[in-house]
């Protein structure tokens, strides 16, 4: 039986011990070096916190009550978010940069009682009713018109005791939080109290976080567990819907003003950020560790911050492993991929993506596109074998929000132990040092005749050659007879050059590996459709719906 636990308490805890001590610094005017900041302590943020979980209480958003939070990252969604969590309610949180038609589809999935936003927000429910119709509670966070509903300051409720934190279990949905809807449909990831308090645990003992840290966080949701910590947090300028568009300068200015020793963001701001400290010279003295996820993330970005002395010696670069499902399940240090395991992905060998988590089990098992009803030990395969990426512990999640076909395909429940394993939908396998390696998303294998190739080891091999921006494999045709293709986007500088030699090149590149021999068809494409987020996801459906609509005088063949 487990234990009453509440992930609100964790701000209680982190008040008490560091109640004067800055909490949250939110940039309110200026840019670069004239960027002024407000600051909010740890006990300001606690009692801000208990101001709106009394509201909320009295409004009836408690107890289970799911209530849709459309909060800009800052101190009021850390203050609500922590109310939510005191009162019992469960904040269902949406990725804005879903797309509006997904974004409408997850609001109707939630079927929320409350909605708590921005109004931008309140507009969206006016415009498109239908997707609100069980939201029957609405609060205004800023400028309240025509719309109804309440007012955030009013909500807001003074009392003379500390609020008192319901008394919710580990296993209670504490939040639903919705995937990036990048490899597939966006789905409502049901979390519990004791799978947030686990999170923090595992993430603070990796990573040696203490009260004395400074964090910027490129992900909202990281802001919480950051106080929770007693990290203070400095909220960044750049949009968590699109990282790709952050200014550099302004990430700079951020880290080096306040004194940032911790950040978790995006690739696709790391790769900003350290070409433009290498190429104006600039340090970032005070980072102690920068952890990037969420996209792939490039050596060259390792080496930049590693190498150039843009980090201080004793620095650190991780890529931690996971998803929205279970997270953090392993990681891996830029230095370890520096050194050890760089040169054998680029031979097509996969992206090493570390050892497990201390409290995590990762098992590789045969890859099965069907549900698998029971967990046993035979599922697993031995080192050096490609299959599904399989994982439980205490981040492991259990199910998605009424979705259970989507929840008997994901999750293995093992009857004899009641452990739940959450299949990755990612295809790897073991070395035999125990460390994962990374081959793709096991859907975008290709199926031939003579087995399946996976994407990253087959890319990898290609993207060597100097003119490559970067390749995607797919296959035409159904599986189990697809003909690989290889489907190239050349560098800016090479978009005029002749094809045809660079892809007699390619062929003679990729017939000295076996992992690519098999394949004989290439075809080139000016500019990949990607995730907006990041530009690193390639949506490959899209890319094989193309190939496929091409006359077969639009591929180059290898010389028989």
Known sequence: MSGLFNVGDLLTTASGKYAGRVAVSVPISGHGASTRYQHHTFRQLNDECDRYARGLRELGIKDGARTLLFVKPGFDFMALAFALFKTGAVPVMIDPG??????????????????????????????????????????TVGPRLFWGGHSWKKVRKEGAEPFTTAPTREEDTAAILFTSGSTGAPKGVVYEHGIFGAQVRLIQRQYGITGNDVDLPAFPLFALFSVSMGMRVVIPRIDPTRPVSADPAEVVEAIN????????????????????????????PTLKKALMAGAPVRDSIHHRLLRHGVLSPGAATHTPFGATECLPIADITGEEVLSETSESTKQGHGVCVGKPLPEIRVEIIGINDGVIDNWDETLCLAPGRIGEIAATGPVVTRQYYGLPENTRLAKIYDKKTGAVWHRMGDAGYKDEKGRIWFCGRKSHRVVTNNGPLFTIPCEAVFNQHPQVFRSALIGIGQAPEQMPVIVVEL?????????????????????????????????????????????AKIFRENLKDWAESLPASGFYKAAP
């Open 98 to 139: 879903v797309g509006k038609q997904n974004f409408l589809n997850c609001v109707r999935q939630a079927e929320a009682s409350a909605l708590i936003g921005i109004p931008k927000a309140h507009i969206g429910r006016i415009l498109y009713p239908g997707y609100f119709r069980t939201v029957d509670k609405f609060i």
């Open 491 to 535: 560098n800016r500088s090479s978009c005029d050059a002749d094809k045809g030699k660079i892809a007699s090149e390619l062929f003679e590149l990729g017939a000295k590996n076996p992992i690519s021999a098999p394949i004989k068809l290439i075809v080139f494409h000016n500019e990949f459709p990607t995730d907006a987020r990041h530009n």
């Open 257 to 284: 003003s306040q004194k940032v020793t911790f950040t978790f963001g995006s690739p696709a701001i790391w790769r900003k950020v350290s070409a433009y400290c290498v190429d104006n010279g600039v340090k970032l």
